[in-house]
């Protein structure tokens, strides 16, 4: 074994939180969502190396399963990506002390006009730790019934002005994903660990309050 590679027990896997020193930071560009940063950073031999990186607020999002086992997913167009996605109801994390589930409801309100009774914590993730800080968590949301017309007035503008939607079986959706049929991050690790958790019928979920680590 290399003198570089240490060995760790399968104990020792789990994310902890580490900052290493920055010598210097510079701001390249602030948008609506993102602002774009390199920082000097000081690598363990003492070497100074440029990162550069996007600051983002975060995002939540919701893998809606009805009493079918189905799963919702909604169809949107994304320009950075050249392509319309399949996904999972989503957004920023852009209302100020806004509790992740408060959030997540609300996605799930404003793109798919349902409601859930109950709900989990599914998963949690750095979006592309390599490029952003961006943190995701993914709910799992059930027992669901569709808020009635008038009740809520939200209306969709720009790409989310026409987001079709489905409801497809969870088995399936897991299919598409293992095909290469669905690329949304977020879609794609809701739909696995939600049926990898639906083994014990969504027992070792986490709360929906969970603190994020």
């Known amino acids: 074994m290399s003198d570089t590679v240490k060995a760790l027990n399968a104990g ?12 210097s930071s510079v701001r390249h560009f602030s948008g609506r969502v993102i602002t774009v940063v390199t920082d000097a950073v000081v690598m363990p031999d003492g070497e100074v190396v440029n990162r550069d990186y996007a600051l983002h607020p975060g995002s939540v999002a919701v893998v809606a399963l009805d009493d079918q086992d189905r799963v919702l997913l909604l169809r949107q167009y994304r320009h950075a990506a050249g392509h319309l996605l399949w ?12 509790p992740l589930q408060e959030a ?11 409601r859930a009774r109950t709900w989990h914590t599914l998963v949690d993730a750095f979006t592309s730790p390599g490029m952003t800080g961006e943190r995701t968590r993914i709910f799992l949301a059930r027992d669901l019934s569709l808020i009635p017309e008038g009740e809520f007035d939200f209306v969709g503008r720009h790409e989310e002005s026409d987001m079709p939607v489905v409801w497809i079986p969870l ?27 639906s083994a014990d019928a969504f027992a070792s979920l986490r709360p929906a309050d969970a603190p994020e680590a």
């Open 87 to 98: 996904e999972l109801p989503a957004g920023l994390r852009d209302v100020e002390d806004e």
């Open 104 to 114: 997540a409801a609300r996605e799930l309100a404003e793109e798919a006009g349902y």
């Open 171 to 197: 088995s399936d959706a897991v299919r598409r994903a293992l095909a290469g049929m669905i690329h949304n991050s977020q879609a794609v690790a809701g739909i696995l660990a939600a049926y990898a958790a």
């Open 12 to 23: 020792d896997v789990v994310d902890v939180p580490e900052e290493w020193k920055v010598v």
